[in-house]
């Protein structure tokens, strides 16, 4: 069994024991630590995506209002709405409504808000469970790639590492760069 640190080792090393000596091999080694750092930044990226998602519901079910609203724009990613809270009170949330999919410009729908903050209102009936999916699918998609570029840098290590092992055992120096 493969213990995680040497997993880890693999992913950032490549699979020789000595670390690399050649001008390309290190430049390999960065590119992995570098894709491995952008990959873990998007998937923490995904899952704060998530929580943020959690705590806004947690704000709304804390201290909850329910209005009818009207949709005055609609679009896959942000919708705006205008409602009335039982105070007579008019509201047009700068941000938008949360999870706003399935929404046609002029329809009547109910929405859940914060008494507090009204700014922060959900569509009724949807909750951070509709966030799981696309954060997701964003970090699977990071993970995907980030294993392709990872394959590859392997195969061209393994080809950086033959290529050095055979010049020293020739005893050819490699050219020296003029500068």
């Known amino acids: 069994m493969i213990s995680p640190k040497s997993i ?19 430049v390999v080694r960065w590119v992995r630590i570098t ?3 952008v990959t873990c930044l998007v ?13 806004n519901d947690l704000a709304i079910q804390h201290n909850m209002g329910v209005a009818q609203a009207r949709v005055l724009s609609a679009g896959p990613r942000r919708s705006t709405i205008e409602f009335v809270t039982p105070e007579r009170i008019t509201y ?55 294993t392709v570029a990872l394959v590859g840098l392997a195969v061209l290590d393994k080809r950086l590492n033959r290529r050095a092992e055979s010049v020293s055992v020739t005893g050819q120096s490699e050219p020296a760069s003029r500068g």
Do not use: F
């Not at 880890?8 to 290190?26: D, F, N, Y």
């Not at 704060?48 to 705590?55: D, E, P, Y």
């Open 8 to 26: 880890l080792r693999i992913l950032v090393h490549g699979t020789t024991e000595e670390l690399p000596q050649t001008r390309a091999r290190i």
């Open 92 to 146: 047009r949330p700068e941000l938008g409504v949360l999870y706003p999919s399935e929404l046609a410009t002029g329809m009547r729908i109910y929405v859940e808000y914060n008494k507090n903050d009204p700014d922060l209102v959900r569509v009724q009936h949807r909750n951070a469970g509709l966030a799981i999916i696309p954060a997701g699918s964003i970090a699977v998609v990071a993970w995907l790639s980030a």
């Open 43 to 55: 998937t923490l990226q995904s899952l704060l995506l998530v929580a943020g998602a959690w705590r």
């Open 35 to 37: 894709i491995l750092i």
